[in-house]
């Protein structure tokens, strides 16, 4: 309503600024709204059948399970998704637990969590690093290739499925590189 009522005010003032007589121009404008309403009474029932009947007629979206699985469930973009999950989960798991130590008695500061992960076997570090490191590169790589995606680069099929080979290679090679080569 009032968003009408700055409309009507600007229209007056354009028009009373080219000296149109202020009779004229009220005449014209209509200030008020009319919507014919018709409402009946239903029972809770009724109510709900015309929902349903409502409902049949809506579009429905199509469901993941029309696609090809190794597209939707397996692409780069889902593990994506699921890598910065893991990520952000792994953090807050970390920061929560740092927060409570000191009350239940817990050391988790820098000095006792390396020299912790120091007394590990050799294979249970390269696993550590590894399952650590993996998410960390392909999400940080995967992230860069959607930010060329913005720039409308990199849609064909052929462009999507070299990248994504890429992608899987170089979060490889970057997770051995993080995990052994530092």
Known sequence: ??????????????AFSQNMPRLAMAARISTTQA????TTTLSPTQ?????AKQRLL??????????????TWFSPSAWTRITGCTLSGAAYAYF????????AGF???????????AALPFAV??????GLGFPFVFHFINGIRHLSFDVLKGFTKTQIRTGERAILGASLLGTLYLAFGL
Request: charged fraction near 20%.
């Open 1 to 14: 309503m009032i968003a009408q009522r700055v409309g009507v005010a600007a229209m007056r003032r354009a």
């Open 35 to 38: 919507r014919p309403i018709e």
């Open 47 to 51: 109510g709900q059948d015309i929902l």
């Open 58 to 71: 809506r579009p429905i979206a199509p469901h993941l399970g029309i696609y090809k699985r190794a597209q």
């Open 96 to 103: 929560i637990t740092y927060l409570i130590a000191p009350l």
């Open 107 to 117: 050391h988790v500061e820098s000095q006792s969590l390396v020299a912790g992960f």
């Open 125 to 130: 570090q390269g696993l550590v690093k590894i």
